[in-house]
């Protein structure tokens, strides 16, 4: 059970810090109001010492807190990277906190501090193929719109940050990610070897933001260092195109994982894996396979696109409240739904409905012929 505790009195020290730091040479300063589990932030302002051993306790001048932080921190993981705090002593492999990396922080329970600096890091950030876990360097929330270059299209097909993601697509944006917030990592999904750099910062009527970074979406769920991204293009129910929005829970293990209302093309759903952490346990597993149900608990069936579990990865897909084959409706795949395939090769195009020649590439060739005839009266044979 996720644990939301932030005390009155807590509350009042850092106002009161926040006054302070007004009146220092400090230019910026971030907010981090963090959960118990797993949090994905960012640490992008120049500092003296940046070395694990000191960041995160009160001999680092730039972390303010009341809480002793290493004492609740499980561990950080960075791309690659991953420190482990046991018994007053750091392990692994991760030994300085980069500016410019993104870190998934494993919590114990809920911490708050304040982290200050004169200077942030906006640098440019080299992408490999794959995934690449980076920062984001303002202390401002800005649009994507605002913050990303034109050329992002031209290197990126997504972006995933904390239970929120975008699909590059034909030249348009989609997804629950519309803004980037201070103090927060994002992973960035390349196609190839790129080079990236955030677009200058828009001015705002703060000079000075703080992170609230406590989602309010992960009421049920907890949020686990590895997601799966399904961008749902369409959804088919009862013959037609559905439009109006829809509630989806996606499940592993009969498990609910994930969920997020459909309201529009290329939504996001976000399944939440196993990523060896209490709070996830029988979550997703590699290339484990996903259903997708509404909330009345009716099985949406993946006609189009993968339906497979991939770390830090995305599938398009398309929905249907009938599986595939099943063109009268009738959820049950017989002689029926045989003959109109055979009506449609023969006859040529006799298939008007758009859901129903969905449903009738079986093979999934985008052509309707006598290799998805086959294929069906091999699953009614065998069932």
């Not at 940050?161 to 697509?169: A, E, P, W």
């Not at 129910?237 to 209302?261: F, K, T, W």
Request: hydrophobic content about 35%.
């Amino acid at each position: 059970m996720r644990m939301n505790k932030f005390k009155a009195y807590y509350l009042t020290i850092f106002l009161s810090l926040f006054s302070y730091l007004e009146s220092q040479d400090n230019d910026y300063y971030f907010f981090y109001n963090l959960n118990e589990g797993a949090n994905l932030i960012s640490f992008p302002l120049i500092i003296d010492n940046n070395g694990i051993e000191s960041f995160f306790t009160n001999n680092n001048p730039n972390l303010i807190s009341n809480y002793d932080i290493p004492s609740n921190l499980i561990s950080i993981i960075s791309e690659g990277e991953i420190g482990l705090y046991n018994n007053d002593n750091w392990a692994g492999s991760l030994d300085q906190i980069s500016t410019t990396k993104g870190y998934w922080l494993i919590l114990d329970e809920s911490i708050s501090f304040l982290y200050n600096g004169s200077n942030i890091n906006n640098t440019t950030y080299y992408l490999h193929p794959g995934s690449n876990l980076i920062a984001y360097p303002y202390n401002s929330e800005q649009s994507i719109n605002d913050i990303l270059p034109i050329y992002t299209q031209d290197i990126l097909s997504a972006i995933i940050g904390q239970n929120k993601s975008l699909l590059f697509h034909n030249n348009e944006v989609y997804g629950s990610l519309t803004s980037f917030k201070p103090g927060a990592g994002y992973w960035f999904i390349s196609d190839d070897y790129s080079i990236f750099q955030y677009s200058n910062e828009v001015q705002n009527t703060s000079s000075n933001a703080s992170n609230l970074y406590r989602d309010s979406n992960m009421e049920n769920i907890n949020q686990s260092i590895v997601q799966s991204i399904y961008f749902v293009e369409s959804i088919f129910i009862s013959g037609e195109e559905n439009l109006d929005e829809l509630a989806l829970n996606i499940y592993c293990n009969e498990m609910i994982v994930g969920q997020r209302n459909w309201n529009n093309k290329f939504s996001d759903l976000i399944a939440m894996g196993n990523d060896g952490y209490g709070w996830t346990n029988d979550y997703c597993t590699a290339n484990e396979k996903v259903e997708i149900k509404n909330n009345s608990g009716d099985k949406l069936h993946i006609v189009r696109g993968g339906n497979e579990w991939i770390a830090n990865n995305y599938n398009i897909i398309t929905l249907s409240d009938t599986d595939l084959g099943d063109l009268n409706f009738d959820n049950n795949r017989n002689i029926t739904d045989i003959i109109i395939m055979i009506e449609h090769i023969t006859e040529i195009n006799t298939i008007n409905n758009p859901h129903k020649i969905l449903l009738a590439d079986i093979n999934l060739d985008e052509t309707i012929n006598i290799s998805d005839i086959i294929i069906n009266i091999e699953y009614i044979l065998n069932n």
